[in-house]
């Protein structure tokens, strides 16, 4: 079982960005420490963070065929990119929304999310933990299917 993880823009900034929201961990650590974490629950991960918003798209297509699902943090694509969302549609793979701080919380404009009706699921909120909450789910779900 083979899951990318997708980090869109800004949060190459994780570490130095607004701490108090998004904690003092950076983008580095956050992919080390899944690496590990996939390691344990025997599942193969590869990390890709873009800050634009075509590459994000090419990802999500590329996935089809390479990966069994995919953990995606849109970052503030997520409120407002039609075409980040058409991409997930597009394609069979299982999404998984993630965000580290707790979006509702937060200003009006960050409890829109246009790609949320055509993700399996989200979580958000749980900070760095998320992401292995995401990959322990795609495993069930995928895992799920196959049997
Ligand atoms: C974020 C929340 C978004 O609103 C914001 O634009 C981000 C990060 C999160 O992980 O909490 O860049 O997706």
Known sequence: MKILVINGPNLNRLGLR???????????????????????????????????????????????????????????????????RDAIASITLPVIEVHISNVHAREEFRHTSVTAPVVSGQIVGLGFKGYELAMLALKEQVGGKNR
């Open 18 to 84: 607004e701490p108090t929201i998004y904690g003092s961990n950076t983008l580095t650590d956050l992919e080390k420490n899944l690496l590990v974490f996939a390691e344990t629950e025997q599942v193969e991960v590869a990390c890709f963070q873009s800050n634009h918003e075509g590459d994000i798209i090419d990802a999500i297509h590329e996935a089809e065929g390479q990966f069994d699902g995919i953990v995606l943090n849109p970052g503030a694509f997520t409120h407002y990119s039609y075409a980040i």
